[in-house]
């Protein structure tokens, strides 16, 4: 099949998928299990050291049900930060707003963006995330973020949408969340994303005891 009618197509699902969620009924949503406020202050090696508020303004155009942000830290003083923003259902502009293009607006500018499979303690299987390397005047950040789709992890925001569309019509759910890790660079970019990596495998599986599957 040639790329262009692959593109109609897939463009065609899309807007039908799109018509299907608006002409459902918008009563799915479907509550968190656990307010992210209690999400555990200690991960692996790290300790939660302090939260953050997003300010009014940002939260009106997040929209999101419930969030946690705050700063961990590992027992030799270096620090990450978690963010993580759940939507019981994502109708009526209630979606998460993808890092990707939020960051250039902070004053972020992208050096390197790929993608990181990253391995789980059984029985979870392997999950693939995005991998930014970000840098405003000299300072620099990796940035690791996916979404998660009703207990599945999903890197790209275009496969997040169509998961979420599916989820409507199958599920009648349109719940979301979207999880965000990033430090700045500590010695080199490939130490700093190892020690990221490190601190997804260890909170991972406590996701799923917030949110839901």
Known sequence: MRQPIRVGLSLSLLIAALLALQLRSSGEAVPIRKSLDSFPTAVGDWQAREGALLELDTLNVLKAKDYVMRRDQDSSGKSLWLFIAYWDSQRKGAQPHSPRNCLPG?????????????PMPPPLAPITVNRFLIQKDRDQQV???????????????L???????????????????????????????????????????????????????
């Not at 992208?110 to 499979?117: D, K, Q």
């Not at 979404?147 to 999903?154: E, L």
């Open 106 to 118: 902070g004053g972020w500018e992208p050096l390197e963006a790929s993608r990181v499979t990253i």
């Open 143 to 157: 940035v690791f973020y996916w979404y998660q789709s009703q207990g599945k992890a999903i890197a790209g925001e």
């Open 159 to 213: 496969a997040a949408r169509v998961e979420m569309m599916k989820n409507s019509v199958v599920r009648h759910r349109t719940d979301g969340a979207l999880v965000r890790v990033s430090s700045p660079v500590y010695g080199s970019v490939q130490d700093t994303s190892d020690r990221l990596v490190r601190y997804i495998q260890a909170m991972y599986p406590a996701l799923g005891d917030y949110l839901p599957a």
